[in-house]
């Protein structure tokens, strides 16, 4: 496959995203505007009918649930995403429905899969970009490399252009500091040094978006913001614009974290996010969490 990548004025095809949850949907919802068909699958019946509410054609799928006919659903399809997170047995679409993938290498003219910048594991605050060692200090972490590598090598058998794209903390509409705000579950922990990078929705929409003008198979972008920022700084300024009081500090400590996120807070890491600008020629619309969480609440208010 070529290594390199050339822009291409593709007309309206055919997405098939598995997991069509927060991220997925907002894609879904971009391309349908512009006239595209999408289907993808959901973990439940309850969500799959909302999704078919929303114009898309949708199917229940877990790893205990694999599709009935996954020639018939992947019919048509010109794009492909996956969203669904590995578990401890491996990725479950690849695991599923690998050779149905294969099938599709002729016309399929892009695919991507959804990881995180967990693959990087902990620099103690240091840069990493898309060139760094993945050195994942957590269990989730290296089953995201495992699964990386597993898409990587789907692309390479079959011919078809796999992307990656390692996401920080997704942020957006309905799911961004407010909201924990007013549900009372918000605290104001803090690390001395601790960074955690983030990316808006729509950032990461307009991401996949170029690459799939501009495919260039077995390549990776980091996802990210230009402003690490400590999650208690991120809080207090959420309640600024709320015009609510600003909780108390909590020490990490003394937090009384879950296991699953003293795992988040086990990697301190700054993500550069150069290539998906230079290369891929997007301009993040909210390059810090401050203009994100602004137009989030603009928006609420306006209605």
């Not at 970009?129 to 597993?150: I, K, L, M, N, Y």
Request: charged content about 20%.
């Amino acid at each position: 496959m070529s290594d390199t990548y050339e822009k291409t004025d593709q007309g309206p095809g055919k997405l098939f995203c598995f997991g069509l949850g927060y991220t997925g949907l907002a894609l879904a919802k971009a391309l349908i505007a512009d006239g595209w068909q999408v289907a993808g699958t959901s973990r439940t019946a309850e969500s799959a009918s909302f999704l078919t509410e929303q114009g898309i054609e949708a199917f229940v799928f877990d790893r205990t649930r694999p599709l009935a006919d996954a020639g018939s659903a992947l019919k048509g399809v010109t794009h492909l995403l996956s969203s669904v997170p590995p578990d401890e047995t491996g990725d479950p679409v690849l695991d599923c429905h690998a050779d149905d993938l294969e099938a599709l290498a002729q016309n399929t003219a892009w695919a991507g899969y959804l990881s995180t910048t967990v693959v990087y594991g902990n620099r103690d605050g240091g840069w990493v970009d898309e060139s760094s060692a993945r050195t994942p200090g957590v269990a989730r972490g290296q089953r995201r490399v495992d699964a990386e590598d597993r898409w990587i090598a789907l692309g390479q058998a079959s011919n078809i252009p796999v992307h990656l794209f390692r996401l920080a903390g997704i942020y957006g509409p309905g799911r961004s500091a407010f909201d924990q705000i007013r549900a009372g579950r918000e605290k104001r922990v803090e690390r001395p040094g601790q960074v955690f990078s983030r990316i808006h929705v729509e950032d990461i929409v307009a991401v996949l978006r170029a690459s799939m003008q501009q495919p260039r198979a077995g390549a990776a972008y980091n996802l990210c913001d230009d402003n690490a920022a400590a999650p208690a700084d991120v809080t207090a300024f959420a309640c600024e614009l709320m015009g609510v009081p600003v909780p108390p500090a909590v020490q990490y400590e003394d937090a009384d974290l879950s296991d699953m996120a003293k795992t988040f807070w086990a990697d301190n890491k700054r993500v550069r996010n150069n290539l998906l600008q230079q290369e891929l020629g997007v301009t993040l619309k909210y390059p810090d969490y401050q203009s994100g969480l602004r137009a989030i609440l603009a928006a609420e208010q306006a209605g």
